[in-house]
């Protein structure tokens, strides 16, 4: 069983920079692709970013691309998301997840963390 804990939301202005970070407990993530969600109000959840177990390969959906980094530390047992330029319609809350496999994660992970919320104005 494997617990996710995310830290690092906040509130800024537009073109203004957050990391957030997962720490897992529980077990190993080295066999795990790691990847963050968002939902924003009134919206569906949906993914942002993954990273393989290795962290050799990452994956992003086409609106962050340029803007968003994902990087992870297995021997912390961390996932990291660096958000710069950051945009109102980035406002959500962000969520972390685990999947035991290769590639790129699912939409069904195996785990996910309590979400943490990013607030963006204008």
């Known amino acids: 069983q494997v617990q996710l804990v995310e830290s690092g939301g906040g509130s800024v202005q537009a073109g203004e920079s957050l990391r957030l970070s997962c720490a897992a407990s529980?077990?190993?993530?080295?066999?795990?692709?790691m990847g963050w969600f968002r939902q924003a109000p009134g919206k569906e959840r949906e993914f942002v970013a993954a990273?393989?177990?290795?962290?050799?390969?990452?994956y992003y959906t086409q609106s962050v691309k340029d803007r968003f980094a994902i990087s992870r530390d297995n021997a912390k047992k961390t996932v990291y998301l660096q958000m710069n330029s950051l945009k109102p319609e980035d406002t959500a809350v962000y969520y972390c997840?685990?999947?035991?496999?290769?590639?790129?994660?699912?939409?069904?992970?195996?785990?996910w963390g309590q979400g943490t919320q990013v607030f963006v104005s204008a």
């Open positions: 997840a685990a999947e035991d496999g290769l590639g790129n994660i699912s939409n069904s992970p195996d785990y």
């Open positions: 529980g077990g190993a993530i080295t066999t795990y692709v």
């Open positions: 990273v393989n177990y290795l962290g050799t390969t990452a």
